[in-house]
């Protein structure tokens, strides 16, 4: 389905698809909607196709174009081709990158769409990327995977490299991270090696897909979780037991799909192979994403701060009311959404993690620049 979705819009953006007039990060498209609504999903409209609405004022599509299906089937069925012949796992990581102890990161997941709200979240992070440089504080700024709708070679440039929030000519300065993501190898992962991993902003992972960071008190592991959907290719799991029994230092995990979760089922692939790495009790945080939501948990399954961060691009509808109870082991969930429209739009964000010493200080921000939420971890 999303390689489907990815033809049909390749195909659009090759053929009839009106883009914004400007390098407008955040407006619609001219004619498109009213200048004070909000731009929920997407900015772009298909040339010749005029949409009606309901007596409630819901918009929604007339009969449009008839696309040319053998242009269509014919990119869906290269895109299960490369599916089918994954791109070979990179069991080379780079060398362990020290950082500095006061170092910052900001972390955000499932962002690359490249709409417009996706945008304003890029825009917002580069907001804390600049403060940090004002704290003499190093940052590193870092994804947690899927660019959407399967990892083509065109999404990743004209969704996620063009809006990242780290400038080209800051890349020696500012090292970028990416982990893999299920969207990212619905086209067997190609392009997330081949042109992802290849800019180089991301040229410290050395096209490999996890890595280490480490200072003083702290030694962060960003996981591949999904070349294996769900699992954790080896050698990650003897990678990452190695490296943790090498000193005491309390540990940050990063992946895309998650441990567990209060909505979803999750597997136990990834919890078997981490097992020596949890054994040791000094996992006190792991931020994922995968779910399209931020929420976060009571100490479970030997983590002691679990956080899905997976509400960075993806619009979703807020289906759940403020004051409705969250359910275990969860113990917060940001349920703020677009006021404006007759839809409930979650709102999109990221989080801010800065170390202290031995202590983590994470601050949780909206698309707007809200700050909703702040903690200390240790």
Known sequence: VSNLQSALDQYWAAKAVNAPQSDDRRGPAPGRRGAMEEVAVTDQSIQGVSLTRTPGGRR???????????????AVASGIRLFRGKKAFNSNPPEPLPMDDRARLVVVGDWGTGIPRARK???QMGVWIAGA???NRPVHVIHLGDVYYSGWDFEYKNRFLRYWPVDAKDADRIPSWNLNGNHDMFSGGHAYYGTLLADARFAKQKRCSYFSLFNEKWRILGLDTAWDDNGLMDPQG??????????????????HHQ???SYESTGTVIGTKLQPV?????????????????????????????????????????S??????VPTPGSYEYRAFIEKGLEKWALFGFAVIDFEGPRLHVRYIDENGFEHKA???E
């Open 60 to 74: 929604v599509f007339n009969k449009f174009s008839i696309t040319d299906p053998r242009w269509v089937s014919s």
């Open 121 to 123: 979240v890029s825009d």
């Open 133 to 135: 440089a004002a704290e």
């Open 238 to 255: 003897g990678w990452a037991s190695d490296l943790v029994a090498k000193d005491d230092r309390k540990l940050l995990l990063l992946s």
């Open 259 to 261: 441990l567990f979760s």
């Open 278 to 318: 949890l054994d040791t009790n000094r996992v006190r945080a792991w931020f994922w994403g995968h779910e399209h939501r931020c929420m976060l948990y009571d100490a479970h399954e030997k983590v002691g701060f679990a956080r899905c961060i997976g509400h960075g691009g993806v619009p979703v509808y807020m």
């Open 320 to 325: 759940h009311k403020q004051n409705d109870p």
């Open 375 to 377: 903690e200390d971890i």
